[in-house]
């Protein structure tokens, strides 16, 4: 039952796949339980592909599910709503896409359920949270009206198993250096894509239409699209701590990066050079020039190879008058999606070590007094020689520079849209 309170707006619709989560939602339901703001109105999607209940190796997943389906029908609360996606014959066809289909379901629930200001709040049920969390989103969405949705800063909390550890804080410095070079050449598409952190309007997802419904990496293309659509907020005092674990529940992202990363293998989340971040804010700078003519950029070739032709910017100034709309045009048009490809295809041709590439951004993000607290990383080393300590130390400054940036972006926005 979903009970309407209209004595205390926006009310606060929070949406959660949940999928082999026995050990993880009661943590995730106890931090809600704490929360100081209690207008909130609780929806999860409990999931799996239907055939796995005939499959031996997936079964120990469907018998999970089914202990938390009887769980949460259990507790009681008129502010938990649950969604049966996983009983004999109600699971996911083989058409179906995993955590994106069971968040699109979620979010479609919430807007047929919510009014156009209300908020949808995107969890995950193995993450926690402090108790002025959910508080903290709604004085944002309240006091900054320009805004269209919200990614919130995270930390993942240390795992007991040291190898876990290990791969978790290498994910994170990963993740975190990606964003960094976005933030120092002035992307619009700066964010880091987590499904424990998202929250929108109601009628900004409105606006979007559907998630697509994908089995992983569903939270970046929701985040690019809202982005497209207008503000994203990423500052806030608050974290969300989602869990360190080993996850297949998905083909990659947190729970596969572990898994990867304890056996070495970081083909998939590498330590990116500085150089095509370079090169992207070279394209950037030369929008305003091409909007009066076509000239050759560095990224020509990858436009051609993407798009099949270099000359992509003549239809957008047929289309665009202005110079902003233009340069908002352009932008849309190398989005998010793009630019991860460029970066990952000019590694490809560049596979420089990541030692070798990290050496290029501590340089290039630290100041001295900084460097100190990680010497270590600044003579030849090998990642998996290094104490994680260190790598906590590492993750840490990171932390520390990525909120700045967020901070900055979010009261002095720069960017181009």
């Not at 596969?256 to 083909?267: H, L, M, Q, S, Y």
């Not at 992509?312 to 233009?326: A, E």
């Amino acid at each position: 039952m979903y009970l309407k309170d209209t004595t205390s707006l926006p009310k606060l619709i929070v949406t959660i796949p949940v999928m082999n989560e026995e050990g993880y939602i009661e943590s995730c339901l106890e931090s809600i339980r704490k929360q100081s703001f209690t207008n909130y109105h609780i929806i999860a999607c409990v999931n799996q592909p239907d055939h796995w209940w005939n499959d031996p190796e997936k079964r120990v997943v469907c018998e999970n599910n089914e202990r938390t389906l009887s769980f949460l029908k259990n507790l009681e609360n008129p502010y938990v709503e649950v969604i049966d996606k996983s009983s004999p014959g109600k699971g996911f066809l083989l058409g179906d896409k995993g955590v994106g289909h069971a968040r699109n379901i979620l979010f479609q629930r919430a807007i047929n359920i919510a009014d156009d200001n209300d908020l949808v709040m995107s969890l995950d049920a193995d993450t926690v949270f402090n108790e002025g969390y959910f508080q903290s989103i709604v004085d944002l969405f309240q006091n900054n009206y320009d805004i269209v949705a919200h990614s919130n800063p995270y930390y993942h909390n240390p795992a007991e198993n040291e190898d876990i550890n290990r791969a978790i804080l290498r994910y994170e410095i990963y993740m975190r250096l990606y964003v960094l070079n976005l933030w120092r050449i002035n992307s619009p598409y700066a964010f880091t894509p987590l499904g424990s952190s998202i929250t929108a309007y109601v009628k900004s997802l409105k606006t979007i239409g559907k998630l697509s419904p994908k089995r992983a990496g569903e939270d970046f293309y929701l985040l690019q699209k809202l982005r497209k659509h207008g503000r994203i907020s990423q500052y806030n005092e608050y974290y969300v701590y989602p869990s360190s674990r080993i996850s297949k529940r998905v083909p990659f992202g947190t729970g596969p990066a572990v898994a990867d990363g304890i056996n070495k293998k970081w083909e998939n989340y590498p330590i990116y050079p500085v150089e095509p971040f370079n090169i992207i804010k070279e394209t950037y700078e030369l929008f305003p020039v091409l909007f009066e003519e076509d000239v050759q950029t560095p990224m020509d070739g990858f436009f051609e190879k993407i798009f099949e032709t270099k000359y992509i910017f003549q239809p957008l100034r047929s289309n665009y008058k202005t110079i902003d709309q233009f340069i908002r045009a352009c932008h849309t048009k190398i989005d998010a999606l793009r630019i991860f490809q460029f970066v990952k295809d000019y590694h490809k041709k560049h596979p420089n070590p990541d030692e070798i590439n990290l050496h290029e951004h501590l340089y290039l993000f630290f100041n001295e007094k900084e460097k100190s607290k990680i010497k270590s990383f600044f003579s030849t080393f090998k990642f998996e020689d290094i104490s994680i300590p260190l790598l906590q130390n590492l993750r840490d400054l990171l932390t520390e520079k990525e909120m700045e940036y967020r901070k900055k972006d979010f009261y002095e926005p720069q960017l181009p849209f």
